[in-house]
């Protein structure tokens, strides 16, 4: 007897060979797109070129589906993306902090309302085009990294739950991205050589700090940039405009490299300094999801990434908190940004994660 399954198809390649594959291990599967939100309707300036989620990607995950004989739906979703996203994604900025968004569309709306509908169309399985893999091991499962370190998406999904991983999919984690495209070229899908797409789906043209200022319909308030002992350097445009570590687009000209160290949204300031100022060997996370165990040993050692694209790095990680971990480098990180995730490796298994709170030795 087939599984039942829904299958997150977003109109690009790697949904499209995830819903194949399926098929191959004996899942019956529905297709489904998310309507995450309306470029024009928002009143956006239009997406750009390589972004996800547009009309022209429920066309061709529609296509897909036809290829594949299984049935396709279009499931609007943008109340919930509005609320538990891009609400979200404004107010982090505003706070001074770096946020990551498709963590929380991953957490809030693929993991969680996605698997509730697939529940209430009574499909037991939510199939996706995520690099990552799924393994049982004893009572628990576990996420782990997939074979193409390239592609691994497991930084993204430190958030899933147990129950999310009882009932999720992931027909790729085995795979590379060649082989991937190979495999939808030998079926013959129309969007085998379809670009992946890029960035955040909502930012048009990837400016963040426009798409913050229509958000909310006024301009980010200027205020003052300082060094460390105070000294007032110049003005800056919205404190919006800047992230932990950024060096160009300042403003400002100065005998050697001047970083941003922090950002002040209290009194409006940025403090700028020299590089060294940047590095930090500890931080400490909240928002705890753990996979691997309810509670890690005290102290636990890892492996950890601070950013999606960043190398892990060895450190000792122990829970201060109910919902707090403090984690300690062996050696000094550089950029430790709040509002983006700490998640906590062990080999290729993701042991959990959270959002950095704050950097220091504090």
Not at 10 to 28: H, I, T, W, Y
Request: with cysteine; charged share 25%.
């Amino acid at each position: 007897m087939k599984k039942p399954g829904l299958i997150a198809m977003s109109g690009g390649v790697d949904s499209s060979v995830a819903a194949l594959l399926s098929q191959n291990q004996g899942f019956d599967g529905i297709g489904v797109t998310l309507k995450l939100f309306s470029a024009a309707a928002d009143g956006y300036r239009g997406a750009r070129k390589g972004a996800c989620c547009s009309l022209a990607d429920v066309v061709d995950a529609r296509n897909a589906a036809y290829q594949l004989q299984i049935p396709h739906y279009t499931l609007n979703f943008s109340a919930a993306f509005a609320d538990q996203v891009i609400r979200p994604f404004v107010e982090t900025y505003e706070k001074g902090e770096t946020p990551n968004p498709c963590i929380d569309c991953n957490r809030h709306i693929k993991f969680r309302g996605l698997l509730q509908r697939a529940k209430q169309l009574a499909r037991e399985y939510l199939i996706t085009g995520h690099y990552a893999r799924i393994e049982p091991q004893g009572s628990r499962f576990l996420l782990k990294k997939a074979r193409d370190p390239k592609k691994d998406q497991s930084y993204v999904l430190y958030a899933m739950t147990q129950e999310q991983l009882a009932h999720t999919v992931f027909p790729l984690g085995d795979l590379t991205k060649a082989e991937v495209r190979a495999i939808a070229l030998e079926a013959g899908l129309l969007n085998a050589r379809k670009q992946d797409s890029q960035d955040i789906c909502f930012v048009p043209e990837g400016d963040y700090a426009h798409f913050i200022e229509a958000y909310r319909g006024k301009p980010a308030a200027p205020g003052n940039i300082l060094d460390e002992t105070g000294l007032l350097l110049g003005q800056h445009r919205g404190l919006i405009r800047y992230t932990i570590g950024q060096r160009r687009g300042l403003g400002l000209s100065f005998p050697e490299p001047r970083y941003v160290l922090a950002k002040s949204p209290a009194d409006n300031t940025l403090i700028l300094g020299r590089e060294a100022g940047l590095y930090t060997q500890r931080l400490y996370a909240d928002t705890l999801n753990l996979i691997a165990w309810d509670e890690p040993e005290k102290p636990r050692r890892v492996t950890v990434k601070t950013r999606y694209l960043q190398a892990e790095q060895p450190a000792w990680a122990v829970q201060v908190a109910p919902d707090r971990i403090r984690v300690d480098f062996d050696t000094p990180q550089r950029a430790i940004t709040p509002g983006q995730a700490a998640v906590l490796y062990d080999g290729d298994v993701v042991l959990g994660g959270g959002t950095i709170l704050s950097a220091g030795t504090g």
